[in-house]
């Protein structure tokens, strides 16, 4: 006899993503939606495991608030750049206040 893998094929990335969506919309149990849905319980907890890994592991976009008395001209003076990891960088021109650039840089050292 053939096993049920054999006979359907495997499941698209995109099959996966939606049946992993159904299930978190469903309010049952992993077991249950398994069984509705013909899929072994180890191969739903797999899929679900993946997508969680996959969206903490995706960068997420953050709004940060600026002063708004900074000046929209370019800086006669000399201009600093910070570089963050993750390839972000700030450029500051000289006289920018230190508590501001201090958040500034706490902000960005969070995303």
Known sequence: MKSQLARRGRRTTA??????????????????????HGLGLSCLRSWLYK????????????????PVHLPGATP???VY????????S???????????LRELCGLLRGL
């Open 76 to 78: 006669a003076g000399p």
């Open 15 to 36: 099959e996966r993503a939606e049946l992993v969506a159904g299930y978190q919309r469903s309010g049952v149990t992993q077991r249950e939606f398994a069984a509705r």
């Open 90 to 100: 700030l450029e500051v021109a000289a006289g920018f206040r230190a508590d501001e």
């Open 81 to 88: 750049r910070i570089g963050f990891p993750g390839g972000l």
């Open 51 to 66: 997508s969680r890994a996959a969206e903490s592991a995706a960068p997420r976009a953050t709004l940060l608030r600026l």
